[in-house]
């Protein structure tokens, strides 16, 4: 082989990842941000409370999560739209508005705990939360109000890498790998009021409202078209996909320190807290350090998320290379969900659990009317055309509607 052969053989490879590359965000992103403070904290009670062996729900979950972000982001590939303005194109102007001031109230509690997050881990590192939440608020609002879409995304991207410290967290704790693969492919659970409702917190805080939501708007955003559609598929399967690896590592982690030690927790920043002294305070430190960065992130996408549904409703501009004066409802619902959350979280003595608790309900409750209107969608040929999913994946969607109601069933009695 020629020289020249071989360097067009070394640059093939290459030649064939930049269209993934160029389209890789949306998937990651929104699957990421499911690991947020109430994700930790769901994941964390998981591993402390039942050890490793309701792993297969977060399994599980991480699949419902693959099917629907799959589909918001086709839904918005493919129309263009967001979901909240898709609905009210599709459906009326009555049930697109019910849509929309359910996903905004359920995005304020959520935002609400992500900086509640922030809190608790810049507290476990000897920071108030006086300092670290306005300081969090200022930057995250900043960030998009001085950045260009790229730069946002490179930032957000940047910023996921910090997820490698729950990765740390859960080697340091060095686990029964058997016992957790076990757990991971062995479905079992009983009856008990404990079990029901740690599965269906499960199910709730891997599969959010908002997420579904940001996917579809970033989408647009973003400005992908059906030719990149099957490289943006890749990007939602491997975003889904670390999300669940990184909730399985967390899950690991407590259960093989304070679940054998039989330390119960209610929080992630209890479980940083209670991490040290049973495996080394670097394994504290990792967990302290994820959360922070989780709920930076996050801070970071809940306001989008809610600002993208406000404009799709309204038909307002919505994109983050706009300037203020020409998207100023995008910007400024943005600004008004940090403040308000942020706010909130500075309340003194506000019982944080309470928030977080009450917020995952009310996205566990939020999601199944969402994933019903998508479900409906995705088989619509007015809406997709050529484009509607598969009877096969139509049927995955159903049965992850099912599942998902029998858990918002589970919470509620």
């Avoid at 930790?40 to 099917?67: E, F, K, N, Q």
């Avoid at 459906?91 to 509640?116: C, P, S």
């Avoid at 350090?289 to 989008?304: E, R």
Wanted: hydrophobic share 55%; glycine share 8%.
């Amino acid at each position: 082989m020629t020289e020249a052969a071989r360097a067009e053989a070394a640059r093939r490879p290459i030649r064939r990842s930049l269209p993934l590359l160029a389209v890789l965000g949306p998937g990651l992103l929104a699957g990421l941000s499911d690991d947020d403070p109430a994700g930790i904290t769901t994941y964390s009670v998981l591993g402390a409370d039942h050890g490793y062996r309701l792993l297969w729900v977060l399994l599980l979950s991480t699949v419902a999560l693959m099917v629907f972000h799959d589909l918001g982001a086709r839904l918005g590939v493919v129309t263009g739209q967001g979901l909240i303005g898709l609905i009210r194109h599709r459906y009326g102007v009555g049930i697109g508005a019910a849509a929309l001031v359910a996903l905004v109230a359920a995005n304020l509690g959520t935002a609400t705990a992500e900086f509640a997050g922030i809190a608790a881990g810049g507290e476990l590192l000897g920071v108030s939360r006086y300092v670290a939440v306005p300081v969090a608020a200022v930057a995250v609002s900043w960030l998009v109000l001085a950045g260009s879409f790229h730069r946002v995304e490179h930032v957000l991207m940047a910023l996921a890498a910090v997820f490698l410290a729950y990765l740390g967290a859960g080697i340091l704790a060095q686990p029964d790998w058997s016992a957790a693969f076990t757990g991971l492919v062995t479905p079992r659970m009983s009856l008990r009021h404990d079990d029901t409702l740690i599965v269906a917190a499960t199910v709730g805080t891997t599969l959010a409202p908002w997420g579904v939501s940001f996917i579809q708007s970033y989408a647009v955003d973003k400005r992908l078209t059906v030719k990149d559609l099957r490289y943006e598929r890749l990007d939602v399967v491997l975003g889904a996909a670390l999300t669940g690896i990184i909730g399985f590592f967390v899950v690991v982690s407590c259960a093989a320190t304070l679940h054998e030690s039989d330390v119960s927790i209610q929080t992630a920043d209890d479980a940083a807290a209670a991490l040290a002294p049973v495996a080394g305070n670097l394994a504290g430190l990792c967990l302290a350090v994820g959360l922070i960065g989780a709920a930076l992130l996050a801070s970071a996408i809940l306001p989008l998320s809610t600002a993208y549904s406000v404009c799709d409703f309204t038909g307002s501009e919505a994109a983050l290379d706009r300037s203020f004066s020409e998207a100023r409802l995008f910007y400024l619902s943005n600004i008004a969900v940090t403040t308000v959350a942020a706010g909130i979280v500075l309340i003194p003595a506000l019982p944080l659990v309470p928030v977080l608790v009450w917020t995952q309900m009310l996205n566990a409750v939020l999601i199944v009317p969402l994933l019903v209107l998508m479900a409906r969608l995705s088989r619509d040929r007015t809406v997709l055309g050529g484009h509607v999913v598969s009877r096969p994946l139509a049927a995955m969607q159903i049965l992850v509607v099912v599942a998902v109601t029998l858990c918002v069933v589970l919470l509620v009695v």
